[in-house]
């Protein structure tokens, strides 16, 4: 049995523990990560943000010709933080770069998206009984590092990892080991 852990900066994925999915490119409809050392899952039931309330993957892109610049937004909606207090979403934003459709997800094949907070950036949406907080990262990465067409099924196939920090208050959150492998059709590809 060949085991390999898949590096995503400072945050190396544990490929071992049962509490997160394992790390594949296959298309298997889950993603995951650590959310200050509890685990977090989120699978693949079609996302919309008209109706966010739905678990799953979620690509937006800008049409707003009056916007300083395109821009893609990765979500994965609302899912339990297991044994934390609440639910949370996971949102990626990644500016003058424009996704509108499955097919342009190929040409990111291999890409890091360094979290910098100008080009790119995340948010971590905690949600707990009745508020929401909204923390944006000071430092991470997003690796898009697999992508596979396949046009029988009319979707691609979307595989990487990710790991950033936010802050809250006095204390740093860590998103930490974080991988997602997802179908990308149409419907999960819309403007914003």
């Not at 990262?137 to 990892?161: D, K, L, M, W």
Request: hydrophobic share 35%; net charge negative.
């Amino acid at each position: 049995m060949l085991i390999a852990a898949v590096s995503c900066g400072d945050y190396e994925a544990d490929i071992l523990d049962p509490r997160l999915p394992a790390y594949s490119e296959t298309g298997q409809g889950e993603g995951g990560a650590y959310i200050d050392h509890y685990p977090w899952r989120v699978s693949n039931i079609p996302a919309s943000f008209y109706s966010s309330s739905i678990d799953g993957m979620s690509w937006r892109y800008s049409l707003d010709p009056s916007a300083d610049s395109e821009q893609t937004r990765i979500a994965f909606l609302r899912s339990a933080i297991i044994n934390g207090a609440g639910m949370a979403s996971i949102v990626f934003y990644w500016k003058d770069q424009r996704i509108s459709n499955p097919s342009d997800l190929k040409m990111t094949e291999g890409s890091k998206i360094t979290l910098d907070n100008e080009s790119a950036w995340a948010e971590l949406i905690l949600y707990r009984q009745n508020s929401q907080d909204t923390l944006r990262s000071r430092s991470g990465a997003f690796f898009i590092r697999y992508v596979e067409n396949v046009p029988e099924r009319e979707h691609v196939i979307v595989s990487g990892t990710f790991g950033f920090e936010v802050e809250s208050g006095d204390s740093l959150i860590k998103v930490s080991s974080g991988r997602y492998d997802f179908n990308v059709d149409h419907y999960n590809i819309r403007p914003f």
